[in-house]
């Protein structure tokens, strides 16, 4: 699950709070870095939980309104949302039972919240639809709750607030971790049952040491890199870059000169799409041009062994 585009997020990040709290070491810093990219799995988890308790606090309001008309002698509630098949397969997902037994994760301090996204569920266009609908097969109970994740839970500013109030780390997390947890949903499978297996917490070996390897060159080769960018940009004024552009270009130089299957292009919109978000408005377009020459000029003094296309 933690891919690559997460791992570059954490080490702007990271890399950042390192030369501003002033108290550099490195081995702290690699390990926060891996704590804080273990938080974002344990997001992960959390909102596959979410689903499972909003099904359980609709079980128990079915329940009390099938109380209350066999005692009344009234017509009985559909069962039809809580018989989900998807639902069903998640909340009895042995993967998922362990993990948040073992990280002691549940939503029982948080009622009210997901009583609230039941509310919103039951009052939808989307729970009308389902309940009314013929088809019973397991990819409509499958896409129900891909529909009630997309509409009430991915862009969710209650939710936001309170996953903040839990975890710092979740911060900037979710975004990303939500295409995830639907990638999931997608690939729920009858056939499993129980077993059917979630993301891994990476998806091998390499990508836990591309996290490490990227973070330690950042830090341990920053004279040089900052050195390349001063000779490869004598045209460029520095005193333009936020200090969060020289973080991130370091950080680039890093994937560019440690990695070599990663080709150039790719580390240029990489950083250049982190800029956006992380630093000035004019960071982008500053940083895609400044990165371009510097590793042309890596390239020609035989430092940087990658290609790239001639210049149009």
Same mark, same amino acid.
């Given at each position: 699950? +933690?891919?690559?585009?997460?791992?570059?997020?954490?080490?702007?990040?990271?890399?950042? @709070?390192?030369?501003?709290?002033?108290?550099? #070491?490195?081995?702290?810093?690699?390990?926060?870095?891996?704590?804080?990219?273990?938080?974002?799995?344990?997001?992960?988890?959390?909102?596959?939980?979410?689903?499972?308790?909003?099904?359980?606090?609709?079980?128990?309001?079915?329940?009390?309104?099938?109380?209350? @008309?066999? /005692?009344? $002698?009234?017509?009985?509630?559909?069962? /039809?949302?809580? *018989?989900?098949?998807?639902?069903?397969?998640?909340? $009895?997902?042995?993967?998922?039972?362990?993990?948040?037994?073992?990280?002691?994760?549940?939503?029982?301090?948080?009622?009210?919240?997901?009583?609230?996204?039941? #509310?919103?569920?039951?009052?939808?266009?989307?729970? &009308?639809?389902?309940?009314?609908?013929?088809?019973?097969?397991?990819?409509?109970?499958?896409?129900?709750?891909?529909?009630?994740?997309?509409?009430?839970?991915?862009?969710n500013e209650d939710l936001d607030a309170l996953l903040e109030e839990k975890s710092l780390y979740w911060n900037d997390d979710k975004e990303v971790?939500?295409?995830?947890?639907?990638?999931? +949903?997608?690939?729920?499978?009858?056939?499993?049952?129980?077993?059917?297996?979630?993301?891994?917490?990476?998806?091998?070996?390499?990508? %836990?040491?591309? &996290? =490490?390897?990227?973070? /330690?060159?950042?830090?341990?080769?920053? *004279?040089?890199?900052?050195?390349?960018?001063?000779?490869?940009?004598?045209?460029?004024?520095?005193?333009?870059? &936020?200090?969060?552009?020289?973080? +991130?270009?370091? +950080?680039?130089?890093?994937?560019?000169?440690?990695? @070599?299957?990663?080709?150039?292009?790719?580390?240029? #919109?990489?950083?250049?799409?982190?800029?956006?978000?992380?630093?000035?408005? %004019? =960071?982008? $377009?500053?940083? #895609?041009?400044?990165?371009?020459?510097? &590793?042309?000029?890596?390239?020609?003094?035989?430092?940087?062994?990658?290609?790239?296309?001639?210049?149009?």
């Open positions: 699950m +933690i891919n690559r585009e997460l791992i570059r997020i954490k080490v702007v990040q990271l890399t950042y @709070a390192y030369y501003q709290n002033g108290n550099h #070491n490195m081995s702290n810093a690699e390990k926060e870095l891996l704590f804080s990219l273990s938080k974002a799995y344990e997001l992960y988890n959390y909102l596959l939980l979410l689903m499972v308790a909003v099904t359980r606090e609709m079980s128990h309001r079915v329940e009390i309104l099938t109380t209350r @008309a066999q /005692r009344e $002698g009234t017509p009985e509630p559909s069962t /039809r949302f809580v *018989d989900n098949r998807f639902a069903l397969q998640l909340m $009895g997902n042995k993967q998922l039972m362990r993990y948040v037994e073992e990280k002691h994760l549940a939503w029982d301090d948080d009622v009210e919240f997901v009583r609230r996204i039941c #509310n919103m569920v039951e009052q939808s266009d989307i729970y &009308a639809q389902y309940m009314q609908c013929k088809e019973t097969d397991y990819e409509t109970d499958r896409e129900l709750w891909r529909k009630i994740y997309r509409s009430f839970i991915q862009d971790v939500d295409t995830f947890v639907l990638k999931t +949903i997608k690939r729920f499978d009858p056939k499993n049952g129980r077993s059917q297996e979630l993301l891994p917490e990476y998806n091998d070996v390499e990508d %836990k040491e591309f &996290a =490490s390897k990227l973070f /330690r060159s950042t830090i341990l080769n920053a *004279d040089t890199y900052q050195r390349y960018m001063t000779e490869a940009s004598r045209n460029w004024d520095f005193s333009r870059l &936020a200090y969060m552009d020289v973080v +991130i270009m370091q +950080i680039a130089l890093a994937e560019m000169l440690t990695f @070599a299957n990663i080709p150039v292009s790719v580390t240029i #919109n990489e950083y250049v799409d982190l800029a956006k978000i992380y630093s000035t408005p %004019k =960071s982008g $377009g500053y940083i #895609n041009g400044m990165l371009d020459a510097i &590793a042309r000029h890596l390239i020609r003094q035989g430092v940087l062994m990658k290609s790239m296309p001639e210049r149009g």
